[in-house]
């Protein structure tokens, strides 16, 4: 089993930056993709980053460029640097592990990212 906990939401003006951390707790496998989704009010649940253990990382068109996902193994912790911030990067964002070995997905609870114009 593997619990996430997500922190660094919080109000930002247009342009501005901030830093979401989420770290696991259990066993994280080599295989595991570790990863943030996010989701705006009304809206689906959509991917902006993953990052595999060997660092190889995948990122939505609207979030390149701007956003930097990263990880540090040795504490099993993601992060997610968002700089040049938008109103539409308004959602709670959410942390992920995407277990392939078992086709299973672990959820963080979520933290409210909110971008003022």
Do not use: H
Request: aromatic fraction near 8%; proline fraction near 2%; hydrophobic fraction near 35%.
């Amino acid at each position: 089993q593997v619990q996430l906990v997500e922190s660094g939401g919080g109000l930002v003006q247009a342009g501005g930056s901030l830093r979401l951390s989420c770290r696991a707790s259990g066993i994280i496998l080599i295989s595991d993709v570790m990863g943030w989704y996010r989701q705006a009010p009304g809206k689906q649940r959509e991917l902006v980053a993953t990052i595999t253990i060997g660092g190889s990382a995948n990122y939505a068109d609207s979030v390149k460029g701007r956003f930097t996902i990263s990880r540090d193994n040795a504490v099993r912790t993601v992060y997610l640097q968002m700089d040049s911030l938008k109103p539409e990067d308004t959602a709670v964002y959410y942390c992920n592990v995407r277990r392939t070995a078992w086709d299973k997905d672990y959820w963080g609870q979520g933290t409210q990212v909110t971008v003022s114009s």
